[in-house]
C-alpha cells in the first residue's frame, strides 16, 4: 500500500475535534461516544443543555475533552456562535456532523410532545411546513454555512449529514420529513462537489429504523422489526463506525455519497419474505 | 485510537481478481487489517504478486491459479483454502476485465468473454464461498464494481452490463441472504488509475471533482468497513468512493 502508514490506522480520530449537533440523544449521542472512543474531543449541541451536559461528561469520562454548547440550529446567529466558540476552546474543528433535527417530525421526544406525525396534506399547515423544514434541512444549511470559510482556509475538512431513507423513498404521508431529507442529500452531493478540491469531504447517512431512543415518551407503540429484511432495528453500534469512518482519513476520496443503513430495508422492490420460485419453463 | 470493529484479526479472505485490478493492494490492506489473505484468479503473476509482503507482515497468505469462470477450479481452490486455514469470512470479488467497442461490431464471443469474467466469476465466487459461509452463519462479500455499474459509457455496452449486473445480483442476494449473518456489499471505484490506458488521456481525471484517478489505497478502506464487524447492519448497498465522480451533475 503506497503511503506506507498500515490501514487500520486511517480510521483514528486520533488529534480530531469534531461538533456533533442533536449530540445529547439518540444517533447524535451515539456517534458522540464513537468518536471519543476512536480519538476526537467533542464539541456537542443541542437545544436542551442537560442531555449534552450529560453527553459530554460521558465523553470525558471515555477519556476526551468535551463541552457542551446549548444551539438552536434554526437560529443562524445561535448556529454562528456554536461554530465561534467550538474553534476558540479547541482552537480547531475538523469534523462537522449534523444531525440535529432528525427525532422531531419521525417520533415525538420529551421536550417536544406534538411532533409532526403524517396525515392529509391539507392539515399540513404553513407553519407546520416550514418548521420541519427549517429543522431537517435549514439548520444543516446553516451549520454547514456556518463552518465553510473556516474548512476552506484550512483545506482540510470532514462534514457528515443526516439524511433518512425516508429521504430517498416515500414515507406514507411524511410529506415535510422526506422533502427535507431528500433535500439534506442533495445539499451534501452540492456541497461535496464544490469543495472537492478543497480537500473537504461531505457525505451523509441515511438511516432506516434505527432504535436508540432512549426517552420513555416516545409514546410509539413497540413494532415488531420483522418487516425490516435484516429482521431487527439498528443500534447504537450500528451508527458510530460509519460516522468514524467518514470522519477519518479513511474515506478521503469518499464525497457526495450516501450512506444507507437500514438494514436493507430499500434494496428492495417487494414485501420482506417475498421470495417467489418459479422455475424454468421447459427446464 | 482504532475501533475493534475495524480489525480483521482471525478472519480468512479470498481475494477473487481477474483484469484490470488490484489484488497486491487489496490483499496487503485486507493483511494490515489482520486477516490471512487467499488470492484467486487466473493469472499467476497478479496473484502472486503481493504474498511476499503480506508473510513479511506476518500473515498467512497463499495464490491459488485459479480460471473463475469454472465451478470445478473454485471449488477446488475454495477446498484448498479451507485443508490451509480452516475457515472462509470475506470474499473480496475484483473481476475488471476492460473492454470497449462500437455496439454494432460486439461480437458474441467478446461480450460472452466480458459478461463470464466480470459477472459469471462473481456469481460462481460467491454461490462456493457462499455456501460455506451460509452453513457457518457468517461471513461478508464484498465486490468491487466500476461507475459503469451506474451510469453509461459509449463502447461500454458489455462492460456497463457485466457491472451493473454484479450491483443487482448484490441486491438481490443481500435481500435473500437477509436472516443468515452473510453480508453481500459493493464497492463503486470511479476511475481507476491507468483504467482503459487512460493514463495520458487527463479528460477524464478533469471531469473528477477531486481532479484525480482512484488510487487502491482511496477504496481499500471501505473495503475494510465492509469487511469488518463494523458494517453489521449493512447488506445490498454499493458505496462509491470515487473523489464525487457520482454526485457530480
Known amino acids: ?283 | 485510537m482504532i475501533l475493534e470493529e475495524f480489525k480483521l484479526e482471525g478472519n480468512v479472505a479470498i481475494l477473487a481478481g481477474c483484469g484490470h485490478s488490484w489484488l497486491k493492494d487489496l490483499g496487503l490492506a485486507l493483511a494490515q487489517a489482520g486477516a490471512a489473505v487467499v488470492s484467486a484468479g487466473p493469472e499467476q503473476r497478479q496473484i502472486e504478486s503481493g504474498i511476499g509482503e503480506i508473510r513479511k507482515l506476518g500473515r498467512k497468505a497463499m495464490a491459488i491459479q485459479t480460471d473463475l469462470t469454472s465451478s470445478r477450479e473454485i471449488q477446488k481452490m475454495m477446498d484448498d483454502t479451507l485443508s490451509q486455514f480452516g475457515r472462509i469470512d470475506i470474499l473480496v470479488n475484483h473481476l475488471n476485465l476492460e473492454f470497449g467497442k462500437p455496439f454494432l461490431e460486439v461480437t458474441e464471443g467478446e461480450w460472452k468473454r466480458v459478461i463470464d469474467t466480470n459477472l459469471t466469476a462473481v456469481f460462481l465466487c460467491s454461490q462456493a464461498v457462499g455456501k460455506h459461509m451460509v452453513a457457518q452463519k457468517a461471513g461478508k462479500i464484498v465486490s468491487i464494481v466500476s461507475g459503469g455499474a451506474e451510469r453509461g459509457l459509449p463502447n461500454g455496452t458489455a462492460y456497463c452490463a457485466s457491472m451493473g449486473g454484479v450491483v443487482q445480483l448484490t441486491r438481490a442476494l443481500a435481500l435473500e441472504w437477509a436472516r443468515t449473518n452473510v453480508r453481500i456489499n459493493a464497492v463503486g471505484v470511479g476511475w481507476m488509475e491507468n483504467s482503459f490506458a487512460g493514463k495520458k488521456d487527463d479528460s477524464v481525471a478533469h471531469y473528477i471533482p477531486m481532479r484525480r484517478r482512484a488510487r487502491p489505497e482511496d477504496i481499500a478502506p471501505l473495503m475494510i468497513f465492509l469487511a469488518s464487524n463494523a458494517s453489521s447492519y449493512l447488506s445490498g448497498q454499493v458505496y462509491f468512493a470515487d473523489g464525487g465522480l457520482m454526485a457530480r451533475a
Not at chain 1, 202 to 224: T, Y
Request: hydrophobic share 40%.
Open chain 1, 1 to 283: 500500500m503506497r503511503g506506507g502508514r498500515m490501514i487500520l490506522e486511517k480510521f483514528s480520530l486520533e488529534g480530531k475535534v469534531a461538533i456533533v449537533t442533536g449530540g445529547g440523544t439518540g444517533l447524535g449521542k451515539a456517534i458522540c461516544h464513537a468518536f471519543a472512543r476512536a480519538g476526537a474531543d467533542i464539541v456537542t449541541a443541542a437545544r436542551r443543555p442537560e442531555p449534552i451536559n450529560e453527553t459530554a461528561a460521558e465523553v470525558r469520562k471515555i477519556g476526551r475533552r468535551a463541552i457542551a454548547i446549548p444551539t438552536d440550529v434554526t437560529d443562524s446567529r445561535q448556529v454562528d456562535h456554536l461554530m465561534e466558540s467550538a474553534i476558540r476552546e479547541f482552537n480547531t474543528v475538523d469534523i462537522l456532523v449534523n444531525n440535529a433535527g432528525i427525532a422531531r417530525g419521525i417520533e415525538p421526544s420529551p421536550w417536544d410532545p406534538t411532533p409532526i406525525l403524517p396525515g392529509p396534506i391539507w392539515e399540513l399547515d404553513d407553519d407546520k411546513w416550514r418548521n420541519a423544514i427549517d429543522i431537517n434541512l435549514t439548520g444543516t444549511f446553516y451549520c454547514c454555512r456556518a463552518i465553510a470559510k473556516y474548512m476552506i482556509e484550512r483545506r482540510s475538512g470532514k462534514v457528515i449529514n443526516m439524511s433518512s431513507v425516508g429521504g430517498i423513498r416515500g414515507p406514507k404521508g411524511w410529506f415535510t420529513y422526506s422533502s427535507a431529507k431528500a433535500g439534506v442529500i442533495m445539499l451534501t452531493k452540492t456541497l461535496a462537489v464544490t469543495w472537492a478540491r478543497e480537500n473537504i469531504q461531505v457525505n451523509c447517512i441515511a438511516p432506516g429504523f434505527l432504535k436508540i431512543w432512549e426517552g420513555k415518551a416516545s409514546g410509539l407503540p413497540e413494532r415488531n422489526p420483522d418487516f425490516i429484511p435484516m429482521g431487527r432495528f439498528g443500534e447504537a453500534k450500528d451508527i458510530g463506525p460509519l460516522a468514524v469512518y467518514l470522519a477519518s482519513e479513511a474515506s478521503d476520496y469518499v464525497t457526495g455519497e450516501c450512506f444507507v443503513l437500514d438494514g436493507i430495508a430499500s434494496a428492495g422492490y417487494a414485501p420482506t419474505g417475498y421470495a417467489p420460485i418459479f422455475p424454468l419453463e421447459g427446464s
